[in-house]
């Protein structure tokens, strides 16, 4: 069985916190997959807790099930995340 991917809509930041990303929507609004009438919401992934890096704003960031994808719709990405690439 495969799982779809979920997407999480277009927050307006996307920080890698380690042992979970923290999207921030920038209104109440959230969205319906992540944080349906929330400002931020977590989404939990493995990994060891850090300080806060920031990915920037993409267009979309996807759950493909084994990963996270950002698409950030230019090839310029982000430094942190995927830098001259468009994902």
Do not use: W
């Not at 930041?13 to 319906?32: A, C, I």
């Not at 920031?54 to 996807?62: H, K």
């Not at 982000?78 to 994902?87: L, R």
């Amino acid at each position: 069985v495969t799982k779809r991917e979920t997407s999480f809509g277009n927050p307006d930041l996307v920080t890698d916190q380690g042992n979970r990303y923290k999207l921030n929507f920038g209104s109440t609004e959230g969205h319906e997959n992540a944080c349906p009438g929330h400002f931020i919401c977590y989404i939990s992934k493995a990994g060891d807790a850090h300080d806060d890096v920031g990915l920037g704003d993409p267009d979309d960031m996807v759950d493909e099930g084994d990963r996270y994808r950002l698409n950030f719709g230019s090839t310029s990405g982000h430094p942190n995340a995927c830098d001259g690439h468009f994902m």
